[in-house]
């Protein structure tokens, strides 16, 4: 095996959570070139992966992008391709590759069962167990040894960072209340009330996360927060993963910044509602998550089909996730300590 193809087009949390597989299989095989297929928005987050050789990007979801995709992969000529997605389209872009071996989950295990065809080689899966491992199972069907959980992620210098530290900042607690999905994103007002505690018991000022439109979700936390928090600078991924290196703790939902931050070392309370912890959220047992998936009646599902009054993430108090994280960082520091 000379040249391995990984197909994880998205989303950015993803993206992170294919990491352990694909460390896991450098591990073994250190002379293999490793490119990884992905979608445009997502290229620059693989920019800090020193693992792979390099990223091929599908450009968009147009016909002439996918041909363009084709033609760059079947010149590469690949032994094996591995789909790590398990959606009908990444499986097809799988196959066209032109892959001598094309890998991916069976019919149960993959998130559509209608991708396992394409597959020349299936791997089961437990439906329940966390993406990671899942993961981590398909890398093991090549032969890579998958004992050991890595996330390699390239030190980054930032301008953001330096803008944080010169406003006197040189660690804090990361609040990250955007995402994607409207049913992910715990009200403004109860991440400002949590920044405004993380400051009163734990002395830590909060800087808090915006993406693309979520500027003026940031500036609410803040104006809630009783002058707990500040917004953090405009930020890239190199940024956010700068960023995260100098948290102390990360508040938020079931988002990309927690994941990264979570493969950085940064300790993490989660609030999930309509996705499942065990399955999307932090891995390590010392980080709490929140969450209401098991009373949750729109499992997966952008938006909440009740109505406000009995939204399942809205039900998540401020004490919950005080309490954790009080029981969150006093586990940091008594790593620490020892």
């Not at 032109?98 to 890998?103: D, K, N, Q």
């Not at 149960?108 to 966390?130: C, K, L, N």
């Not at 660690?171 to 920044?195: D, M, Q, T, V």
């Not at 910044?257 to 912890?277: D, K, Q, R, S, Y």
Request: with cysteine; hydrophobic share 45%; net charge positive.
């Amino acid at each position: 095996m000379k040249r391995l193809l990984v197909v994880r087009l998205g989303s950015l949390g993803d993206l992170v959570h294919t990491l352990p597989a694909v460390s896991a299989i450098r591990r073994t095989f250190p002379a293999l070139d490793i490119d990884w297929l992905v979608d445009a928005p997502h290229r620059e987050f693989l920019t800090l992966v020193p693992v792979i050789s390099s990223v091929v990007v599908l450009k968009d979801r147009t016909a002439g992008a996918w041909l363009a995709a084709r033609a760059d992969l079947r010149a590469r000529d690949y032994d094996v391709a591995i789909d790590f997605q398990g959606l009908l389209k990444s499986a097809a872009l799988a196959r066209l590759s032109g892959a001598r071996r094309v890998i991916g989950f069976t019919r149960r295990a993959a998130r559509e069962g209608i991708a396992a065809p394409f597959y020349s080689e299936r791997v089961d899966a437990e439906t329940g167990q966390h993406v990671i491992d899942k993961n981590l199972a398909l890398a093991g069907a090549v032969g890579a040894t998958t004992d050991t959980l890595e996330f390699p992620l390239a030190p980054v210098e930032s301008a953001a960072v330096e803008q944080v530290r010169a406003g006197g900042l040189e660690h804090y607690a990361l609040i990250n209340p955007g995402a994607a999905w409207p049913n992910k994103r715990w009200p403004p007002a109860s991440f400002g009330r949590i920044a405004a505690l993380l400051l009163e018991r734990h002395g830590q000022q909060s800087l808090v996360l915006w993406g693309p439109g979520e500027r003026a979700l940031a500036d609410e936390i803040v104006a809630a927060s009783d002058g707990a928090a500040r917004v953090a600078p405009e930020t890239t991924i190199r940024d956010l993963v700068a960023l995260a290196r100098h948290a102390r703790i990360i508040v938020s939902g079931d988002t990309g910044p927690l994941h990264i931050a979570a493969a950085v070392g940064v300790p993490a309370v989660g609030v999930f509602g309509p996705t499942n912890p065990r399955r999307n959220g932090p891995w390590r047992a010392e980080d709490v998550t929140i969450s209401r998936y098991d009373t949750c009646d729109c499992h997966y599902e952008r938006r909440c089909r009740r109505d406000d009054a009995h939204w399942c993430l809205g039900s998540i108090t401020v004490d919950e996730v005080a309490e954790a994280i009080g029981k969150r960082l006093g586990q940091a520091a008594g790593a620490r300590r020892v």
